[in-house]
């Protein structure tokens, strides 16, 4: 049985920084490319950041490159999300995802199999 958890959540103030990781068993890691989607009330469902099986390609939506670095260790199965300078507008719930294909210019919601059950972020003005 697949289970994907993730961790480091919680409330920030603005320009802070926050570090978010995600462990996924029942796969096999290295097989999977690995990402993160966000969704806040009342909004759609946003694609944040996506790594490759190997971590040698990425993808971040525009409104967090240059802020947020995205990274994984295949030997202890667990991805990572470094996010800097962080606004208000980057409030929201987190979903970390497991998945066959890598898209080197979107994230699409369907391409991911396997979903953890989130964790909040909020940031505070």
């Known amino acids: 049985q697949v289970q994907v958890v993730e961790s480091g959540g919680g409330l920030v103030q603005a320009g802070g920084s926050l570090r978010l990781s995600c462990t996924a068993s029942?796969?096999?890691?290295?097989?999977?490319?690995m990402g993160w989607f966000r969704q806040a009330p009342g909004k759609e469902r946003e694609g944040v950041s996506c790594?490759?099986?190997?971590?040698?390609?990425?993808y971040y939506a525009d409104s967090v490159k240059g802020r947020f670095t995205i990274s994984r260790d295949n030997a202890k199965n667990t991805l990572y999300l470094q996010m800097n300078s962080l606004k208000p507008q980057d409030t929201a719930m987190y979903y970390c995802?497991?998945?066959?294909?890598?898209?080197?210019?979107?994230?699409?919601?369907?391409?991911?199999?396997?979903w953890g059950q989130g964790t909040q972020v909020t940031v505070s003005s």
């Open positions: 995802v497991a998945g066959r294909i890598f898209r080197p210019g979107a994230m699409v919601a369907g391409d991911f199999a396997y």
């Open positions: 029942g796969l096999t890691f290295d097989d999977y490319a």
């Open positions: 790594i490759k099986w190997s971590g040698a390609n990425t």
